[in-house]
């Protein structure tokens, strides 16, 4: 079975085509992101215009790509949310649109439940794709962490699953992002920071870690403060001096300093909860999805601290994609679960899981 994805929640606009929900036959992405880098943040306005000029160059690569053509693809996967509405809006007018026209049966997708099955891709004949070697099986432990969400969540099963906790402010990839500004590093912040911190001392500077009444909920609104303040100092002005001004004030050293010690501040903050909850629960798979998903330092101690082996996904893979969506799409359709009526199908852009 042959599933056509599409995801337009942000400014990617991705059409993946997946086979039997392990076979990646194409992923395809456009994206915006060099226009909103020049705003220091992604404009919905201007993503959903890009969604409209990339969406039928996109999906016609994507066909091609999987030598497919419309009597191959046995169904239509779309998100419908949570994400940008304009952006939303044209990803689901064009699913509804192919659907009726193909006659092809169409699912609705909750965006964040398909980042959690991009780890269900095993195998591909596309180059540069490293895949895990085999599923993940149940019960599952999934690591949520991306610029709108930080959650964590059990699955019993397929779509069986209880949302064990969520950031109560911030998200982690939202975090790094105005990290990212108040030193002076480029948006998408998350790479950004990364890539400064290979460079730091990640012990230079000791960062708090929030603690909450509930174990498995997050909050890093104190951590970005704190990155603030401390930069603030080390530029030697006050807290009424212009945050934006601040990076000119540092040296490459103090801000590589400064984002080696808040990515491991981040990242362990993540950490200690997913081990806190691999140890409650006893799942039988770990997975990271969403596009902190692709940091290296998260997979490097979550490597070191739990005791089984966990198999990550293509970090093209982890931020925004079609591919995953095909692939959530065909589960729902091996449970056979109920297809979205293609004349009404809406947008929900502050659906959760």
Known sequence: MKILGIETSCDETG??????GHKLLANEVATSMDIHAEYGGVVPEIAARSHIEFMMPTLKKALKTASC???????????????????LLVGVLTARTLAITHNKPLYAINHVEAHVYANFLTSTSLPDYQLAKKQPTFPLLAVIVSGGHSQLALFEDHFTYKLLGQTQDDAIGEAFDKVA???????????????????????TYKFPKAKLEHPYDFSFSGLKTAVLRT??????????????????????????????????????TVVDKAVLAFNQFSPASVVIAGG????????????????????YTDPKLCTDNGAMV????????????????????????????
Not at 75 to 82: E, F, L, N, Q, R
Not at 183 to 202: C, H
Not at 326 to 331: D, I, M, P, Q, V
């Open 15 to 20: 059409v993946g085509i997946v086979q039997d």
């Open 69 to 87: 053509t419309w009597g191959d693809i046995d169904g239509i996967a779309i998100t419908y949310g949570a994400g940008l509405g304009g952006s």
């Open 181 to 203: 500004k108040i030193i002076g590093l480029p948006y998408p912040g998350g790479p950004s920071v990364s890539l400064a911190a290979k460079n730091g001392n990640a012990n």
């Open 326 to 353: 095909a692939t959530l799409g065909f589960f729902k359709a091996m449970h056979h679960s109920a297809t979205a009526d293609p004349y009404t199908l809406d947008i929900s852009p502050n659906l959760s899981m």
């Open 231 to 268: 930069s603030q100092q080390i530029a030697g002005v006050d807290i009424s001096f212009p945050s934006q001004q601040i990076a000119s004030r540092l040296s490459e050293g103090q801000k590589a300093d400064i984002a080696a010690s808040f990515e491991k501040t981040a990242i362990e």
């Open 292 to 311: 902190v998903a692709a940091n290296q330092e998260l997979r490097k101690q979550l490597r070191e601290r739990l005791p089984i082996n966990i198999e």
